[in-house]
């Protein structure tokens, strides 16, 4: 056979054996698909908790994601909790899932999985994972949306150096490491983390499309809420008091509990500002609910009870926790969201819903994706008291003008979502590899 033909057919059987390549205008509006004969095989590492629905809503918006974007793809989920019917709600929606616990169930997976995916959250939270793959099978691993905190969420004091520098080595052996707000990646970058891919990736749940549509409807008919005719508020104090979650088993941090009760005013008077003048200025009214178990009280205290009694008329208090699929369920009715959460402002904007974000140093950096999607002038840092004197206008605007509010949402949406397509296309060219 002449060299020629030789190169022919070599060229011919490497094609075969490849992943598809997909064109940058194919990526523009459709999914992604493989014809392999075996399809690729991910362990997603994620669900960190059931206590705040925007834990819960990290996996099934990455499930959702692959779903849409890599439909052949076979993916197993690793979770640390699947309790209060979470683990059902994630079956229904995603019939071909496998959930995987026992040791025996993750031995198998570890055997059988190319790829560990670790998901969004607050931190590299299951870090001891990510490194017991790495040292048990050899095999590649990325991480989906994650924030990299200069201190952690959950305490009072800086990360301790070599605690970072041990997440930075990990960040640095992975395929991938996407970031969801700017600052994790500049400090990433500036602490030497060397992963050859380290980029923008948004939170895993903005594609979050749970829905309980029967539950919020009735909720809705019950506090007398018309489609489009309210705003949902969110309160949040600056520390999640988890030692009033009993599954938590958490003894008070008397340091939070005192920045808390420090901050509780300060960090809700302009939301009721902006109750008082959307309720006297439009027809809209408003629904205080929560995003953890935690933030029922903290609502009724903060918000509801201190209002005068004509806008309370018009103001609905949810005493009660919820789960994703309603909470979503409700918010795509409403004209928007303003409050001191992150997440459910994340599910609003992956239904195009306009919402704002207000945060402090407490926080981490997380609340920058708000900027970062261009949505800086529905971001408010509250430790900046030239942003808490703006809020109560910018969340008059949105009650004022929905349509104006909800372009805007739209656009924010459609630039998450082509980066979504672009981060699953950079999955697959990892597990090419």
Same mark, same amino acid.
């Given at each position: 056979?002449?060299?020629?033909?030789?190169?022919?057919?070599? /060229?011919?059987?490497?094609?075969?054996?490849?992943?598809?390549?997909?064109?940058?205008?194919?990526?523009?509006?459709?999914?992604?698909? !493989?014809?392999?004969?075996?399809?690729?095989?991910?362990?997603?590492?994620?669900?960190?908790?059931?206590?705040?629905?925007?834990?819960?809503?990290? /996996?099934?918006?990455?499930?959702?994601?692959?779903?849409?974007?890599?439909?052949?793809?076979?993916?197993?989920?690793?979770?640390?909790?699947?309790?209060?019917? =979470?683990?059902?709600?994630?079956?229904?929606?995603?019939?071909?899932?496998?959930?995987?616990?026992?040791?025996?169930?993750?031995?198998?997976?570890?055997?059988?999985?190319?790829?560990?995916?670790?998901?969004?959250?607050?931190?590299? =939270?299951?870090?001891?994972?990510?490194?017991?793959?790495?040292?048990?099978?050899? +095999?590649?691993?990325?991480?989906?949306?994650?924030?990299?905190?200069?201190?952690?969420?959950?305490?009072?004091?800086?990360?301790?150096?070599?605690?970072?520098?041990?997440?930075?080595?990990?960040?640095? #052996?992975?395929? &991938?490491?996407?970031?969801?707000?700017?600052?994790?990646?500049?400090?990433?970058?500036?602490?030497?983390? %060397?992963?050859?891919?380290?980029?923008?990736?948004?939170? #895993?749940?903005?594609?979050?499309?749970?829905?309980? @549509?029967?539950?919020?409807?009735? &909720?809705?008919?019950?506090?007398?809420?018309?489609?489009?005719?309210?705003?949902?508020?969110?309160?949040?104090?600056?520390? /999640?008091?988890?030692?009033?979650?009993?599954?938590?088993?958490?003894?008070?941090?008397?340091?939070?509990?005192?920045?808390?009760?420090?901050?509780?005013?300060?960090?809700?008077?302009?939301?009721?500002?902006?109750?008082?003048?959307?309720?006297?200025?439009?027809?809209?009214?408003?629904?205080?609910?929560?995003?953890?178990?935690?933030?029922?009280?903290?609502?009724?205290?903060?918000?509801?009870?201190?209002?005068? %009694?004509?806008?309370?008329?018009?103001? =609905?208090?949810?005493?009660?926790?919820?789960?994703?699929?309603? $909470?979503?369920?409700?918010?795509?009715?409403?004209?928007?969201?303003?409050?001191?959460?992150?997440? %459910?402002?994340?599910?609003?904007?992956?239904?195009?819903?306009?919402?704002?974000?207000?945060?402090?140093?407490?926080? !981490?950096?997380?609340?920058?994706?708000?900027?970062?999607?261009?949505?800086?002038?529905?971001? &408010?840092?509250?430790?900046?008291?030239?942003?808490?004197?703006?809020?109560?206008? !910018?969340?008059?605007?949105?009650?004022? @003008?929905? $349509?104006?509010?909800?372009?805007?949402?739209?656009?924010?949406? @459609?630039?998450?979502? +082509?980066?979504?397509?672009?981060?699953?296309?950079?999955?697959?060219?990892?597990?090419?590899?």
């Amino acid at each position: 056979m002449q060299r020629r033909q030789i190169l022919k057919h070599l /060229t011919a059987a490497a094609a075969a054996c490849a992943w598809p390549t997909v064109t940058a205008s194919a990526w523009a509006g459709t999914s992604v698909a !493989t014809q392999a004969a075996t399809p690729p095989k991910i362990l997603l590492r994620s669900s960190w908790q059931t206590v705040n629905i925007g834990d819960i809503a990290h /996996t099934p918006g990455v499930l959702a994601i692959l779903e849409r974007e890599w439909p052949d793809a076979e993916v197993r989920l690793w979770p640390s909790r699947v309790d209060n019917g =979470v683990r059902e709600i994630l079956l229904s929606r995603f019939p071909k899932l496998t959930i995987v616990q026992s040791s025996k169930e993750v031995s198998q997976a570890f055997k059988e999985c190319d790829f560990l995916l670790h998901g969004s959250g607050p931190s590299l =939270v299951a870090e001891k994972d990510v490194v017991r793959w790495k040292t048990e099978t050899q +095999k590649p691993y990325g991480i989906y949306g994650i924030t990299l905190p200069a201190q952690s969420s959950t305490s009072t004091t800086p990360t301790p150096e070599a605690a970072m520098q041990a997440t930075i080595a990990v960040l640095s #052996g992975a395929s &991938f490491v996407f970031f969801r707000d700017s600052v994790s990646l500049q400090l990433a970058k500036s602490l030497g983390c %060397s992963s050859p891919i380290m980029e923008f990736g948004p939170d #895993g749940a903005f594609a979050t499309d749970l829905r309980d @549509d029967t539950r919020a409807l009735q &909720f809705m008919k019950t506090n007398g809420l018309e489609k489009g005719k309210f705003l949902c508020c969110i309160p949040r104090l600056r520390y /999640t008091p988890y030692w009033l979650v009993p599954e938590k088993n958490t003894p008070r941090d008397e340091n939070k509990y005192a920045r808390n009760e420090a901050m509780k005013e300060h960090d809700h008077a302009p939301h009721r500002a902006a109750i008082e003048r959307i309720v006297r200025e439009t027809d809209m009214k408003i629904l205080i609910c929560p995003e953890d178990k935690t933030q029922m009280a903290v609502g009724k205290e903060m918000l509801f009870d201190k209002l005068p %009694s004509d806008i309370q008329k018009r103001c =609905v208090w949810r005493s009660d926790y919820w789960l994703p699929g309603e $909470a979503i369920s409700t918010y795509i009715r409403s004209a928007g969201l303003f409050g001191n959460e992150m997440h %459910s402002p994340i599910m609003c904007m992956g239904h195009a819903i306009p919402a704002i974000v207000c945060r402090w140093a407490e926080q !981490t950096s997380k609340g920058i994706m708000w900027k970062d999607i261009g949505l800086q002038d529905w971001l &408010f840092d509250f430790d900046n008291e030239a942003d808490v004197q703006r809020l109560p206008d !910018t969340a008059f605007a949105i009650a004022k @003008d929905p $349509a104006a509010a909800k372009a805007t949402a739209s656009a924010a949406r @459609d630039r998450v979502k +082509k980066r979504q397509r672009e981060t699953i296309r950079i999955l697959q060219k990892a597990m090419k590899k």
